[in-house]
Nanobody, 126 residues
């Protein structure tokens, strides 16, 4: 059974940094594109970032503007999202996703994810 378990969310202040983690099990992690999405209250889930396996190009949403970094540790089956200079409008539940494929950009679509985590909430106060 595939499981993606996010952790690291919490209550932050504007300008803070936070690192989210997603531990995967039950899948051949080092052959999956891994990514992060977020869903703010009352809004649709949106793509944040994705990282392919094998050292390919990483993809970010435009709103990241160089503030976020995504990385993966295939020895730990874990993907990370480092978020810097957080803004109040980034308050959301952050979800980890996994998809078969080669190019990270293919995970930008919600429908391309094969597996989802349960999410970890991030609240950013002003």
């Amino acid at each position: 059974q595939v499981q993606l378990v996010e952790s690291g969310g919490g209550l932050m202040q504007a300008g803070d940094s936070l690192r989210l983690s997603c531990a995967a099990s039950g899948l051949a992690f080092n052959y999956y594109i891994m990514g992060w999405f977020r869903q703010a209250p009352g809004k649709e889930r949106e793509f944040v970032a994705a990282i392919p396996w094998g050292g390919g190009s990483i993809v970010f949403a435009d709103f990241v503007e160089g503030r976020f970094f995504i990385s993966r540790d295939d020895t730990k089956n874990t993907v990370y999202l480092q978020m810097n200079s957080l803004k109040p409008e980034e308050t959301a539940v952050y979800y980890c996703a996994a998809a078969r494929g080669i190019f990270a950009a293919s995970l930008k679509s919600l429908g391309s994810a094969d597996y989802w985590g349960q999410g970890t909430p991030v609240t950013v106060s002003s």
